[in-house]
């Protein structure tokens, strides 16, 4: 990765770790937990790199990394006073899960279109089942959930957003990503 890009990566961990201590400040669970699983998820491009044989593009490094600081920003506020917040994060996602399948599926010589929207349909229900389950764990419990539940508009919102996601990866996989999409052999 060129060293501007290498800047900017750091910057976006930096941001992270920032994120992480205003959150131990405002004595915010979920803020410092989600900093942390950003900051965590900046080193999976690399992950990927190293275990896949693939070689990623700068931008798709920063790419996954602008998903795991806008996720983490959106603790300290943007997620209950800015109203699309939510959207961007969750279509932004998915499209990082869709167009991982959609490479793979590339790859193996397999058709992504049902296998993307299957991926990121099952992993927004997922998250979702994994968010409400921890909202209803720490109300039981008495303490401030990690990530919270809106109610059902929201769940069915951050589905849509999920499938919105996964149709870009099906529109534009082709051009963005058929560099990952052919074997190297």
């Not at 790859?107 to 927004?124: H, W």
Request: hydrophobic share 45%; with cysteine.
């Amino acid at each position: 990765m060129p060293p501007d890009e290498r800047a900017i990566e750091r910057t976006i961990r930096y941001g992270l770790v920032a994120v992480f201590v205003l959150g131990l400040r405002r004595r915010d669970p979920g803020t410092v937990v989600n900093a942390a699983v950003g900051v965590v998820g900046t080193y999976l491009t690399e992950f990927v790199e190293r275990t896949c044989g693939v070689t990623l593009e700068p931008w798709h490094h920063l790419y996954v990394d602008t998903a795991m600081i806008t996720h983490a920003v959106g603790m300290l506020g943007p997620y209950d006073d800015i109203r699309w917040w939510d959207h961007v994060t969750h279509t932004h996602s998915a499209t990082i899960l869709g167009g991982a399948v959609f490479a793979i599926c590339r790859r193996t010589g397999r058709d992504p279109g049902p296998r993307v929207v299957a991926a990121v349909a099952c992993g927004g229900l997922l998250w979702e089942l994994v968010e409400y389950a921890i909202h209803v764990g720490a109300d039981q419990i008495g303490v401030e959930p990690i990530l919270v539940n809106y109610g059902k508009r929201d769940t069915l919102l951050d589905l849509l957003f999920d499938l919105v996601g996964a149709a870009l990866v099906l529109v534009l996989g082709d051009r963005v990503l058929g560099d990952l999409a052919t074997t190297d052999a």
